[in-house]
């Protein structure tokens, strides 16, 4: 499969460190090559899932019509979580919670504009699952999904996890849309896709690791 976007050839501490959830930055005018993203995928592919069970699939959406469709189940949550007061955490994440909070609102007023959609499947349903099942369930999803981002990262794209259209019967809505069969495959998200207005992401700032780390008792 030919390359159709450069590599950033950034490191991978670079990549691990500065993939970002794009929103504001993500240019809705420029056009995304299918070529691209199936090679990001194919990366993504490599990630580890339980059991070796690959019982992922994965939707991609350009279609203007399903693309409004998916936006406006989206809004149907996002738009009163985005306008709830948040509790306060006392630290730097309240510093950060009005950038990123307009970052959101951002997104969510835009959403059907960006050029490519991601929805990632796991066949199975979660609901009701014992924790042990659940993370085992999940992590045979996320670990590909988060590896797609990266990949998309390290050629000049982006993008955000979002996960508010699975809010209420959001899930079955984009399900039908889509033709994704409910009974039988889980959506982990719905994730905007497109290049990037620059490419000069930095670290966020965290916590530090000192503040979150138990060794041997909590």
Known sequence: MAVMTPSLNLSADEVLTTTRSVR??????????RE??????????????GSNSQG?????????????????????AATPYL????PTTGDIRDEQRPR???????????????????????????????????????????????SFML??????????????HLVGDGEKRAAEVLGIPFEEYSQGG???????KGTDFRPARRLPAEQLTHWNAW
């Open 24 to 33: 504001k930055r993500l240019d809705l005018e420029r056009p995304v090559p």
């Open 36 to 49: 691209i993203l199936m090679e990001c995928l194919q990366i993504a592919l490599q990630a580890p899932t």
């Open 56 to 76: 992922w699939q994965w939707v991609f959406v350009d279609d203007p019509g399903k693309k409004k469709a998916l936006a406006d189940i989206y809004r149907t």
């Open 83 to 86: 306008d709830m007061e948040k």
């Open 100 to 146: 990123v909070t307009s970052s959101a609102k951002y997104l969510n007023e835009h959403m059907h504009e960006v050029p490519v959609m991601l929805i990632p499947c796991i066949s199975g349903r979660a609901d009701n699952l014992p924790s042990g099942r659940s993370a085992s369930f999940w992590g045979s999803l996320l670990p590909a999904a988060w």
């Open 151 to 164: 990949a998309l990262r390290s050629r000049g794209l982006g993008s955000a996890w979002t996960t508010l």
């Open 190 to 196: 719905l994730f905007p896709i497109a290049y990037t």
